[in-house]
């Protein structure tokens, strides 16, 4: 996929995560060789230009498995900011994926706007729902985690 962009190369962005930080290869943006360790949970590390960056790697994750970037100025930095929290949001501790991933990870986007992420861990269902809401720039959620226990929360995000 990165040879086919104009800007092909170890430093090319592939993506961006929903939490803002960018995606690339499976290299360092200067060509270096990611090695054993480089990456956290997530498949991610710190970066000096955007605070954080996800990679891809050749072996399994392969992509993206959780977010865990903090960003501590969000509209300084060139990426769309991620949505701040207001009630219970606020309230709510960072998640921790479970060791050796979850199933069945599926996102989907209908037609109205609903989005849909969904996955299994251990035989039990979790999601994250969201849609655009009627106040500008806001999105209305619904979550049930494997770090809540499974508890389900709603609430509005905004931008």
Request: one cysteine or more; charged letters at 20%.
């Amino acid at each position: 996929m990165i040879a086919q962009m104009p800007n092909a190369g170890p430093d090319a962005i592939i993506g961006w995560a929903f939490d803002g930080f960018p995606l690339y290869g499976d290299v360092n943006p200067d060509g270096t060789t990611i090695t054993d360790g480089d990456l956290d949970l997530c498949n991610g590390q710190p970066d000096d230009v955007f605070g954080y960056r996800y990679h891809t790697s050749e072996g399994p994750p392969y992509i993206i498995q959780c977010l865990m970037g903090e960003t501590a100025a969000p509209r300084d930095l060139p990426r769309v900011p991620p949505l701040e929290a207001s009630g219970w949001f606020n309230t709510m501790e960072p998640g921790v994926p479970p060791r050796g991933g979850v199933q069945n990870l599926v996102f989907t986007q209908t037609p109205s706007g609903l989005r849909s992420m969904t996955y299994s861990f251990d035989g039990d269902d979790f999601y994250m729902n969201y849609t655009p809401s009627e106040t500008a720039n806001c999105y209305d959620f619904e979550t049930r985690r494997i770090t809540d226990g499974g508890d389900t929360y709603t609430g509005e995000l905004c931008r």
